[in-house]
């Protein structure tokens, strides 16, 4: 383990290995998490979702005679996990593409596999890339604390442009099932004793809308004007393999071994294909004290890909630090508050013909500047302070005192009984001491997963369904809280 974890006395859950160090995390006396006690309560709900590789078939095959040369678009990254996701396709009899994308830091060995596989399969092969890939890791880096995020986003939408283009109607993913938990599937979304499928996958399709309407590196700089219209939703249907398959990690590896001829590559580390995923590791680790991988892994265990052995063996990999600060510089990442006295926050000051408030101000700059470049605090001055040579003073505006600062970021306590509702669940869900009735979801950190704990939440509580969408469309809690308010009077009045 790290020097890390040995100083924070890290405990690692006795059933699924995830560490204490994870945010509230709770574990009991015989050191198991709470998560794994609360999995116990509804586990024959989760068994629901998941599927047989003879459901895939038929779903695979239902769009046969479609007009286009392949039957589904296979994300392969010459990892272990998309390996063996692109050779069941194959042995399925299924006309396959595979798409991988090359975002500068895919090894030598792990694009030998590539090249390898795809000729024994006897698929054909494209590789996707993209100029930005660097400004995406930096952004990725600053708002998760990972490489993956900005990764899987440049995947999903270049691999939904290529097969728009070519008439293919499904794209297959290698998401593991831990990663489900990660990224659209809540505890939330079980909790009702009559869970249907279908009604998880059209909220997982909802917060896959809303997932691409995100502002952040992706959208800035690649196209993404596909998600706005419908019809492309119907066209592509993104498909996660493991949810259909529950194959072990020995078995997976024996598969490949003796059908396949997959190597794992040397030089990778854990990702077994990508070079900078290391990168992505040491800033979460250094950032939050955990590895980004130790919450999905969790998963996998609870839910049998893993066992708790494999997951940590494969958590506590050794990282050559000094290569990855190497990389972190060739892409122009800078740690956060780097040079900053005390982890100082950004605070932004600005002049004007009149004040702005802070929360029209986050709005403003939400939708043009990474999230990590957002101010959390705003200062109103009448003009900015200026050094002899005419240059703004930083020193001058740096001594101003919290409280002249607070002065133009002014908290309003929930004032009813909804908005009070309301602010507990958001605290809950995002993690926040408190939250004022101007405070923005999105400027707080909202994403769409969390918009599917808040949504569920609400609906469970209050015995109503409202659309995912208006955590978004309703951002601040007052407004949100003022519709709920509206549509339970509209209730109360019907007959």
């Not at 989760?46 to 678009?73: R, V």
């Not at 705003?378 to 919290?402: C, H, M, Q, W």
């Amino acid at each position: 383990k790290g020097k890390q974890e040995q100083d924070q006395h890290v405990v690692h859950c006795k059933e699924c290995g995830l560490p204490s160090s994870y945010p509230n995390v709770e574990f009991d006396a015989n050191d198991v998490c709470h998560l794994c006690n609360a999995f116990k309560g509804y586990k024959e709900k989760t068994d629901k979702y998941f599927k047989t590789e003879n459901d895939l078939q038929k779903l695979l095959t239902s769009k046969k005679g479609h007009g286009g040369d392949y039957d589904c678009l296979a994300l392969l990254s010459g990892g272990k996990d998309s390996t063996y996701v692109l050779a069941r396709l194959v042995n399925m009899g299924l006309k396959v593409l595979s798409f991988t994308l090359d975002n500068g830091y895919i090894s030598e060995q792990a694009k030998s596999n590539i090249i390898k596989i795809t000729q024994k399969l006897g698929v054909d092969h494209i590789y996707g890339e993209t100029p930005h890939m660097n400004k995406v890791f930096v952004d990725s880096l600053h708002r998760h604390k990972n490489v993956c995020n900005g990764c899987f986003k440049v995947i999903y939408t270049l691999s939904t442009q290529v097969a728009l283009e070519k008439g293919i109607p499904f794209v297959v993913t290698g998401l593991s099932r831990g990663q489900f938990f990660e990224t659209r599937l809540t505890e939330e979304l079980f909790w009702n004793d009559a869970v249907d499928t279908t009604t998880i996958d059209d909220t997982i399709l909802q917060a896959r809308k809303l997932y691409h309407q995100e502002e952040d590196a992706v959208k800035q700089h690649l196209d993404t004007s596909m998600f706005a219209l419908e019809s492309t939703f119907e066209k592509v249907q993104f498909v996660d393999f493991y949810r259909y398959s529950d194959v072990s990690l020995n078995d997976m590896l024996a598969f490949l071994k003796e059908k396949v001829g997959w190597v794992r590559p040397t030089d990778t580390g854990r990702s077994t294909n990508c070079l900078i995923n290391q990168a992505g590791i040491h800033v979460h680790k250094k950032e939050r004290g955990y590895s980004n991988y130790s919450f999905p892994y969790s998963w996998d265990v609870r839910l049998g890909h893993k066992n708790r052995d494999e997951a940590l063996e494969e958590i506590n990999e050794y990282i050559d630090v000094k290569e990855v600060e190497r990389m972190l510089e060739e892409i122009g990442y800078t740690h956060p508050n780097e040079g900053m006295e005390g982890g100082s926050q950004l605070v932004g000051y600005y002049t004007g013909k009149k004040k702005i408030s802070p929360t029209e101000l986050k709005r403003h700059l939400t939708q043009r500047l990474p999230e990590y470049m957002v101010p959390l605090k705003y200062k109103f001055l009448e003009t900015l302070p200026l050094t002899l040579n005419g240059k703004v003073d930083k020193i001058a505006l740096r001594s101003l005192t919290e409280i002249q600062i607070a002065m133009d970021t002014p908290y309003e306590a929930p004032g009813n009984e909804i908005e009070v509702f309301l602010e507990g669940i958001w605290k809950e869900v995002l993690q926040l001491p408190r939250i004022g009735v101007h405070d923005n979801f999105i400027a707080l950190g909202g994403h769409s997963l969390a918009a599917i704990r808040v949504t569920a939440r609400i609906n469970d509580e209050l015995q109503i369904q409202f659309p995912l969408n208006k955590v978004f469309e309703l951002p601040t809690l007052s407004e949100y809280a003022k519709f709920i308010g509206e549509q339970l009077t509209i209730m109360l009045q019907e007959p």
